[in-house]
Every structure is written in structure tokens, then in C-alpha cells.
């Protein structure tokens, strides 16, 4: 699917329950030359999907797939496309060892329990998958790659994980945020070690700097009023962190009796990222000094 002169979406079904959503992946391209942003899942079909898409594009050669973070529905497919292709895997240093390391319990997007071992059977295997990339790009902020005349711009922007980075395309002024900002709804974000609100919100408000007039997430349709919509996300956020402090306020005091609250229909396959994310909020009210943690409960400072 066409979305400029020189970007085009790459779909393909969803593979695994990572949300309501597939995730994206992208391919950027001007005269023989491209690169892929993300490379989705590693199951047979996603992955045919994509091969045979390049394959349309008779001539291109894919020099760089870019993983924007190293969670498995963004990075499962990334060993197999660049057997494909012959395209050099780059991903954030702080993302290798998680990458790397299937066996983790680094948190992903979705936690399947272990009752449920047809999926957690799916899990493994795609973990298994990404950490086979083996990145031999080491990409840091402010880095840039050349595709054609084009320049990829490194943004890094931790948040959801702390080595996830954006995407941005000056000649196009065309942003890849990976899971940092979504087209519809929100992202998980956990508290530290692995995620961090805070930085989350720095990150953006860094966005919102960028001159972008067009903004491809993740997941989710593509955004054409960027600094609206990553207004929305901080707007969001501001607010969630307010409903946890009344929440406190009123008496429930623990992430557990926040939940239903604040996630009163949610899958409950979600409900431990959602768990999380309270918990990163919590975290980044306690860096301000405006709760303190006593035991499993909060109080209000």
C-alpha cells in the first residue's frame, strides 16, 4: 500500500493477539535502494507476505531493517527478511541484550499465562525468532542512514522500552514511532527498569519539535496532524496520572484496586500490562515526591 512517493505499508494479517491492532511494517525506497522499518512477525505467512511485496519491486535492495524497539511483533521476522534481502538488522544498543536474551522476563506487549500453552508455546517461538536477528547495527541517537537521496534520522525515544527510538525523514518530514506513539489509542509503558513514564512524556514533547506532516506508528492508520495527536498522547497520560492520585485520594491505594477502575472493560490477557502501566505511573509520582510507596500501598505525600 502506497503512502508516498516513496514509502509504502507493507500488511499483513495478525499473526498473535499483541492488541486490537497488526503491527506495521514499512518499507522506505528511493531508486534501488530501501529500507524496512520493523519487520512484524515471524510466522510463515506474515513473512511470505512481505517477500513477495519487495518482490514486486522489481530491482530494490534493501540495505537496512531498522527495529524501532525489540519487542517480538515488531522484530520475530527480522532474521528471516534479512536472509531474504541482505539487509544489515540496526537496533538501539540498550534493546540487544533483550533482543538476545528469549528466555527474559523482560516484559512484552501481552503476557500469556502459563495454563494457556498453546500461546505461550507461540510466544516462545517468536521470542526465539527475534533473538536470532543478531543486529550488527548499533544505532544511537542522532544517527543517520541513507536510502537513495533520502536520510533516516535516528530519534531516540525511551519510553515503552528505554532503547525504543522513532524514525524521521526530513525530505518527507515523515516520523516512524514505532511503539512509542500509536494511530489509535495508547502504548504500554512499564515502570523501570524496563520502561519509564517520565522519559516516556520527555520523549514526547521531543516529538512534537520534529517539523513532521506526517506521523506512521507501529500500529494503527497513519496520523497527518502530528503535534495534535502527540498533544493527545501527553494530554492523556496527564490526565491517567491525576485519576491514580484521586483514586489514592478516595482510598484505593494499590495498582490491584486501581484496575477496575481505571480498565473496566479491558481483555484480561491485557490486564497485566495495564497493571504495569499504573505501576509506571506510580513511579514517576514517586520521582516528583508526590506519593510514597508503604509496603504494597500508596499514600499521598
Not at 485520594?249 to 497493571?275: F, N, Q
Amino acid at each position: 500500500m502506497q503512502v508516498t512517493d516513496h514509502i509504502f505499508s507493507i500488511p499483513a494479517e495478525q499473526a498473535f493477539y499483541t492488541g486490537p491492532q497488526s503491527p506495521n511494517v514499512f518499507l522506505v525506497r528511493d531508486g534501488d535502494e530501501a529500507a524496512l522499518i520493523d519487520s512484524g512477525f515471524g510466522d510463515e505467512p506474515s513473512v511470505k507476505e512481505r517477500l513477495d511485496f519487495l518482490a514486486e519491486h522489481e530491482g530494490v535492495r534493501v540495505k537496512y531493517i531498522v527495529l524501532t524497539h525489540h519487542h517480538f511483533d515488531h522484530s520475530s521476522g527480522a532474521a528471516q527478511l534479512r536472509d531474504a534481502t541482505g539487509g544489515a538488522v540496526a537496533l538501539h544498543p540498550q534493546e540487544e541484550e533483550l533482543l538476545r536474551d528469549w528466555q527474559s522476563k523482560a516484559p512484552q506487549d501481552i503476557e500469556v499465562p502459563e495454563e494457556m500453552k498453546e500461546l505461550a508455546e507461540k510466544v516462545e517461538t517468536f521470542r526465539k525468532q527475534a533473538a536470532e536477528a543478531d543486529p550488527t547495527i548499533k544505532m544511537n541517537d542522532g544517527d543517520e542512514f541513507s536510502v537513495g537521496d533520502l536520510t533516516l534520522r535516528v530519534v531516540h525515544t525511551p519510553g515503552h522500552t528505554l532503547g525504543s527510538v522513532c524514525i524521521y525523514i526530513p525530505q518527507e518530514r515523515a516520523l516512524f514511532t514505532g511503539d512509542t506513539a500509536l494511530g489509535l489509542g495508547t502504548v504500554a509503558i512499564s515502570p523501570p527498569p524496563h520502561g519509564d513514564m517520565a522519559l516516556y512524556l520527555e520523549s514526547l514533547e521531543r516529538l512534537k519539535t520534529l517539523d513532521s506532516a506526517l506521523m506512521l506508528p507501529g500500529h494503527g492508520q497513519e496520523v497527518h496532524d502530528v503535534p495534535a495527536k502527540l498533544q493527545e498522547l501527553i494530554d492523556h497520560r496527564l490526565a491517567r496520572e491525576e485519576q491514580i492520585v484521586g483514586l489514592i485520594r478516595k482510598g484505593k491505594r494499590t495498582p490491584k484496586a486501581m484496575l477496575s477502575t481505571i480498565y473496566p472493560e479491558l481483555d484480561k490477557r491485557m490486564l497485566p500490562v495495564a497493571r504495569r502501566q499504573i505501576e509506571a505511573h506510580l513511579a514517576k509520582l514517586e520521582s516528583e515526591s508526590r506519593v510514597a510507596q508503604a509496603g504494597d500501598e500508596w499514600t499521598l505525600v
